[in-house]
Each structure stands twice: as structure tokens, then as C-alpha cells.
């Protein structure tokens, strides 16, 4: 045989020795033995046209850091908890500063009329309270479109337990947003006293809002500190913090009771 011979002959055995690998790697992977690239394109964050339901993880990833979730961890380091001493420091200031005084009675209390319809869109960001609110709380979720969560993971900051979210007419509420100074709450301790846009505002704060589990805020209701806290007491400080915050920016007082559990626990903040 001539040396060119020999190199067409090569050459085809080793082109039909490709084809063979390639056939044979694609038929491994259309029966699922080998399984494709994970970070190959990114997940889809948005259901298919037409449909609500989103695709459910079986195993979904550990939940990331969120406003709530993080809020009871320990301190990593020595600024972190000279950032704790200095925000309990603050809420203490403030809480000696808010008038001490019974509460108004309740009547035409209207949470619709007088905080406006859940959930609003006061900072103009196109998306309603509700979803911000999930989107920041919850980790690993997958959205329809720009605001719409459809699924996610929470870690409630008051009981510490784990909630898988998936919207829809049964699941919905499983987690729930709940208002640290309950609305009602506002309203029996100076928010009639303000306007209607104060109320709102207040109706959709940030800062007076948690996504939490459904049985917390079920128990909760429009308790107050002296009536309701968190079961996860590494939470106590951040929740009570925010409760004192949000009474000294919308002006409101605190009731007697109500501010002796507020600085009990900020004592040991």
C-alpha cells in the first residue's frame, strides 16, 4: 500500500471514530445518563406565556442572605457588632423620646380607607409593595415579568424556619407580609393624625415591613410589644428597633405597657 494510501485510511478510520463518539454521546445524553451543563444559560426567571405556574426545584439552592434572614445572625465581626451597639444605642434614644400615653379607641378604624388598598405602589418603581417586599425577603426566585414573584424561599425571621413560596390560590399565604407597627396598631397611637399620603406611606414602609411565616402573623395580629414578640429571640432587637423607628419617623406614641416591653428587650441589645 502507498504512503498516500495509508494517510487516506487514517484519516477516514479516524473521522468514522468521531462520528461514532458523537452519535454515541448524544444518545447517553437524550436517555439522561449524562446530564447537561448546569451553568450553560441561566434559569429562567419567568413562567411561559399563558401559564401562572411556575417550574418547582426539587432541590432548590440554600437561601441566601436577605434583610430579614440576615437580621438575626450573629455578628461576623467587630464593626458588625459595633453596628448592632450602635443602632440598639439609637432605638434607646428614641424610644425615651416618643410620648408614653393610652391608646385612642379604635372606632372607624378602615384599613383600606385609611391606609389605602393593599398593596400600593408609593415609590413609583413599577412593582406593588407585596412583590418588592417578597423579592427582597426571599432568595432563589423566579419571577413572571419584572415584579411578579412566583417562587422563592423564606427564611422567617420570627420563627427562623424555612418556607418554600409558590404563588398561587392555596399557597399564597403560606407567607405573608406583615406590618411590624400593625396598621391598627398606627392608628390607636397617632396616625389619625396624619394625612392620608403619611399613611399610606406608612401603610407600605420598607422599614415596617417583613415577609414572614402565616402563623406568625395570624398570632400577631395588631398586637404590640407588650402583647406579641417574635418566638426567635435573636430577632427581638431587630424587630423592636424597627418598631421604635417607624413610631419616631411617622410621630406616633407608644402606650405604657408597650414601651416597658420595648425597652426590656432593648436592655439586652
Known amino acids: 500500500m502507498t504512503s498516500r494510501r495509508r494517510r487516506t485510511s487514517t484519516s477516514l478510520t479516524s473521522v468514522l471514530v468521531v462520528l ?14 449524562i446530564a447537561p451543563d448546569a451553568e450553560a444559560a441561566p434559569a429562567s426567571t419567568s413562567a411561559p406565556t399563558g401559564t401562572d405556574a411556575p417550574t418547582i426545584e426539587t432541590e432548590p439552592g440554600a437561601p441566601g442572605t436577605t434583610r430579614a434572614s440576615r437580621a438575626d445572625a450573629p455578628s461576623a465581626t467587630d464593626a458588625d457588632a459595633d453596628a448592632d451597639a450602635a443602632t440598639a444605642a439609637t432605638a434607646r434614644a428614641e424610644l425615651a423620646a416618643l410620648p408614653v400615653k393610652g391608646k385612642a379607641p379604635a372606632t372607624g378604624y378602615d384599613r383600606v380607607g385609611d391606609f389605602g388598598t393593599a398593596w400600593l405602589d408609593v415609590d413609583r418603581n413599577g412593582c406593588d409593595t407585596r412583590n418588592d417586599v417578597l423579592a427582597r425577603d426571599l432568595s432563589a426566585i423566579t419571577r413572571q415579568g419584572p415584579c411578579r414573584v412566583l ?69 400577631k395580629r395588631s398586637g404590640d410589644a407588650a402583647t406579641w414578640l417574635p418566638a426567635d429571640k435573636s430577632f427581638r432587637c431587630t424587630y423592636i428597633e424597627h418598631q421604635v423607628a417607624v413610631k419616631t419617623k411617622y410621630r406616633l406614641w407608644v402606650a405604657p405597657a408597650e414601651h416597658d416591653a420595648m425597652a426590656r428587650i432593648l436592655r439586652t441589645c
Do not use: C, K, M
Open 151 to 219: 417562587t422563592g424561599t423564606l427564611v422567617s425571621p420570627y420563627t427562623g424556619a424555612t418556607i418554600g413560596f409558590v404563588r398561587g390560590e392555596t399557597t399564597s399565604t403560606l407567607v405573608q407580609i406583615d406590618h411590624v407597627v400593625a396598621l391598627e396598631n398606627a392608628w390607636r397611637t397617632g396616625a389619625q393624625q396624619l394625612s392620608q399620603r403619611e399613611r399610606e406611606s406608612l401603610a407600605n414602609d420598607p422599614a415596617n415591613l417583613f415577609a414572614v411565616d402565616q402563623h406568625s402573623n395570624a398570632q
Open 20 to 33: 461514532a463518539l458523537a452519535v454515541g454521546g448524544y444518545a447517553l445524553h437524550t436517555a439522561g445518563i
